[in-house]
């Protein structure tokens, strides 16, 4: 006998969502540039909070993740009703698309845009489709000449992975109030904190019934590995979200840690401050090398060579001294590598390997 079941259409269009790499061959602590993470680990107010919840670990988890909210309100001035948590914004993007998108619904997103979209939109039975950018740039024109009747999501990263390259606000603004009444549009706010003076859209989504934004824990606050991320967003769509959640999608570890990191303003203020430094010092050092990039918005810098084949190379020297970059290849970027902004000495050696690679000119 053998089994004929088979997936839904679409599911095996899937191909497999590649992350950054993390092991390299005769590098016993290779450094790790190609996952957009905070150099400096998680904060130590979210580990001791992690460890202690640890305790509590035979008890079920909050379901309304109350306190967690509470503290978004807190800190970042939200409303605590028009916020949903996720496992990271990878879920609240899956939780979209399974809500609001099915077959014949068409999921739209910028032609460098994150690879989760694609994933899915496929893995709700829609279609994915993608709008060109101009110079990776975002064009909000593309994307709504791209609009249908059938479109259902638009995605937009701001600032954008893996380009790095950022909209100002009001082009959202102008955005959602011309989009059809069918849709929704997303602001998908990972790199958001890196944006100084930008609130991600969370002022649009108040005002407007039809913008989302997701945040996660993942970049700044360290806590990649915990996953915790959520949706911001009108209360009808809160509603509908929280009807397919997983009542217990959010273990108390993870609510813990990601609220002492949320709280622990003055270690992710220093963060911040790094990163902006050592993100125009590394700009600037590849820029003397001849090697060409947009301003960043985010923690990372995507390096463009004049080639795919120079890129290879150059991530391959880079691999030969024991640093992982990302070559954003499945992002329509064969000549580019992302590089992530590391702590100081971290860009020193990327940049110093880099000077190596390129030679004496
Ligand atoms: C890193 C990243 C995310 C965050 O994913 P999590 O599931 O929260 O870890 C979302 N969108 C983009 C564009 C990202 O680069």
Redesign the pocket.
């Known amino acids: 006998m053998s089994v004929t079941i088979t997936p839904k259409p679409g599911i095996l269009e899937i191909a497999l969502y590649q992350g950054g790499e993390s092991a390299l061959p005769g590098f016993v602590a290779p450094l790790k540039l190609s996952?957009?993470e905070n150099p400096f680990g998680p904060p130590p107010s979210a580990v001791s909070a992690m460890a202690e919840a640890a305790t509590m670990a035979h008890r079920y988890p909050s379901t309304d993740h109350k306190g967690l909210r509470q503290a978004l309100s807190e800190i970042h001035g939200l409303d605590p009703e028009r916020i949903i948590c996720?496992?990271?914004?990878?879920?609240?993007?899956t939780m979209l698309c399974q809500a609001y998108a099915g077959p014949g619904d068409e999921v739209l997103y910028p032609e460098h845009?994150?690879g989760?979209y694609r994933i899915s939109a496929l893995a709700a039975g829609a279609t994915p489709v993608t709008a060109p950018e101009t110079d990776r740039v975002v064009d909000p024109e593309a994307i709504l000449a791209a609009v249908t009747e059938r479109t259902r999501l638009i995605f937009i990263?701001n600032p954008?992975?893996?380009t790095g390259t950022m909209l100002p606000l009001a082009a959202f603004e102008d955005l959602a109030a011309r989009l059809p009444d069918q849709c929704l549009l997303v602001m998908?706010?990972?790199?958001v904190e890196y944006a100084d003076g930008y609130d991600g859209g969370a002022k649009l989504v108040e005002t407007r019934d039809n913008v989302v934004m997701?945040?996660?824990?993942?970049?700044v606050y360290g806590l990649?590995g915990v996953?915790?991320?959520y949706g911001y967003a009108p209360r009808e769509i809160i509603e509908v979200l929280t009807r397919i959640r997983g009542p217990f999608n959010l273990s108390t570890m993870a609510l813990m840690g990601a609220e002492a990191a949320l709280r622990d303003t003055d270690w992710v203020a220093k963060a911040l401050r790094v990163n902006a430094d050592e993100r125009a010092r590394l700009t600037g050092g590849l820029r003397q090398l001849g090697v060409a990039c947009d301003d960043s918005a985010?923690n990372f810098v995507l390096a463009r060579f004049s080639d795919e084949a120079e890129a290879d190379a150059a991530d391959a020297h880079l691999k030969k001294r024991g640093i992982i970059v990302r070559a954003p290849k499945s992002y329509g970027l064969p000549h580019c590598l992302r590089i992530t902004v590391g702590r100081p000495q971290d860009n020193d050696a990327v940049l110093g390997v880099l000077r190596e690679f390129r030679g004496p000119r």
Not at 86 to 93: A, C, F, Q, R
Not at 188 to 191: L, R
Not at 214 to 219: E, G, M, Q
């Open positions: 996952s957009n996720g496992v990271g914004s990878d879920e609240i993007i845009g994150f989760m990263a954008a992975n893996p998908d706010g990972a790199y997701t945040r996660t824990f993942s970049k990649g996953r915790v991320g985010a």
